[in-house]
């Protein structure tokens, strides 16, 4: 857990800024961008108010993987786009660790 609470707060500032960004830029080709902001801030919230203990986060990553297709990158998208899902993807791998 001490690597995901790491991510946190290395990435969350970032995240939070960067899936409003992709909504607003791929919004209209990619509508998954929203509900990946949506789940975002859901994971968010919930890391927020578990305050260093485990989040209740299961459902959250699988529903980010099932929007995402597994955090696949879509070809048609800027450096933005592709480092959220990179960041999404390395903060599932490490809440997925014991």
């Known amino acids: 857990m001490r690597k995901f609470h790491e991510l946190v707060?290395?990435?969350f500032e970032s995240l939070d800024?960067?899936?409003?960004?992709?909504?607003?830029?791929?919004?209209?080709?990619?509508?998954?961008?929203?509900?990946?902001?949506?789940?975002?801030?859901?994971?968010?919230?919930?890391?927020?108010?578990?305050?260093?203990?485990k989040p209740a986060l299961k459902e959250e990553f699988i529903k980010l993987r099932e929007v995402t297709d597994h955090y696949k990158i879509p070809h048609d998208v800027c450096e933005t786009y592709a480092k959220v899902y990179k960041m999404l993807a390395e903060l599932d791998t490490a809440y997925q660790e014991k």
């Open 9 to 11: 707060d290395k990435n």
């Open 17 to 53: 800024l960067y899936t409003a960004a992709i909504t607003r830029a791929h919004g209209e080709s990619h509508p998954e961008a929203f509900r990946v902001r949506e789940l975002f801030v859901e994971l968010q919230r919930k890391v927020r108010t578990a305050n260093k203990h």
